[in-house]
C-alpha cells in the first residue's frame, strides 16, 4: 500500500491567518481526499483532488476557504484560509488505492489549533 | 440515503477478553465494507474489506468480520483482546454507485482494562 506523509503534523495558528497543508505520496496515485477530524468526531469529506482538473467539493466547503492544489500524482497541499477557532481539528489526506472502491490508505493527520 | 452507524460510543473490555464492534450499514447495492482503526494520534490504518465471497473475512492483527446481508451488518471482532488494542474504530462503506463516497460512521473508542 502507499505511503503517506503529512507536514506540518501540527501547528497553532491564530485567527484570520492561513495554513497550507502539503500531503506526499510514494507512487502514483489517481485520486487523492482530504478529510476533516473535529474532535471526538468522525472523518468528513472535505474534497476530491484529481490530478490536472479542479477539486471536487463537498457540501458545506468551498474553495475560498480550502482551496487545493494537486500538481502531480504524487502531490497534494490544502490550504485552511482565513482561520476562525472552528478550524481547529485534525485533517487527513489519503488515497484510494487497492481492489475495492472506498479502499483507503491514509497519512498520519496534521493537528490543527486556532487561537 | 446511504449511512454507517456504529451503535456504541465506546466500549471497555478487560485484557484477554473477546471483542465483538457493532456496524450497521444502509446502501442501496451491494456495498464494499471496510474497518479502519485510529490509534491515538495518528492516522486511520486499514484493518480488513469486503465486497463479496466469504462472509467471515481475516484482517491484520488478529481482526475479523462478519458480514451479514440479512442485517446489514460488519461486524468487528477479536477473540482476545491486547492492551495495544485500544483505539478508536471506524466502519465504513464505499462504492461506485452514482458518484457515491465512502461514508464512515461515527467511530467506537476501545478501552482494554488490565
Known amino acids: 500500500s502507499a505511503v503517506i506523509s503529512q507536514k506540518p503534523s501540527r501547528d497553532i495558528c491564530q485567527r484570520g491567518t492561513s495554513l497550507t497543508i502539503q500531503c506526499q505520496v510514494d507512487s502514483q496515485v489517481t485520486m487523492m481526499f482530504w478529510y476533516r477530524q473535529q474532535p471526538g468526531q468522525s472523518l468528513t469529506l472535505i474534497a476530491t483532488?484529481?490530478?490536472?482538473?479542479?477539486?471536487?467539493?463537498e457540501s458545506g466547503f468551498v474553495i475560498d476557504k480550502f482551496p487545493i492544489s494537486r500538481p502531480n500524482l504524487t502531490f497534494s497541499t490544502l490550504t485552511v484560509s482565513n482561520m476562525s477557532p472552528e478550524d481547529s481539528s485534525i485533517y487527513l489526506c489519503?488515497?484510494?488505492?487497492?481492489?475495492?472502491?472506498?479502499?483507503?490508505?491514509f497519512g498520519p493527520g496534521t493537528r490543527l489549533t486556532v487561537t | 440515503a446511504q449511512s454507517v452507524t456504529q451503535p456504541d460510543i465506546h466500549i471497555t473490555v478487560s485484557e484477554g477478553a473477546s471483542l465483538e464492534l457493532r456496524c450497521n450499514y444502509s446502501?442501496?447495492?451491494?456495498?464494499?465494507l471496510f474497518w479502519y482503526v485510529q490509534s491515538p494520534g495518528q492516522g486511520l490504518q486499514l484493518l480488513l474489506k469486503?465486497?463479496?465471497?466469504?462472509?467471515l473475512v481475516q484482517g491484520i492483527k488478529g481482526f475479523e468480520a462478519e458480514f451479514k446481508r440479512s442485517q446489514s451488518s460488519f461486524n468487528l471482532r477479536k477473540p482476545s483482546v491486547h492492551w495495544s488494542d485500544a483505539a478508536e474504530y471506524f466502519c465504513a462503506v464505499g462504492g461506485r454507485t452514482g458518484g457515491f463516497k465512502t461514508i464512515f460512521g461515527a467511530g467506537t473508542r476501545l478501552f482494554v482494562k488490565a
Open positions: 446502501y442501496g447495492a451491494t456495498p464494499y
Open positions: 489519503s488515497v484510494e488505492e487497492g481492489t475495492l472502491p472506498g479502499e483507503q490508505y
Open positions: 483532488a484529481n490530478q490536472g482538473s479542479e477539486a471536487t467539493y
Open positions: 469486503y465486497f463479496s465471497g466469504d462472509t
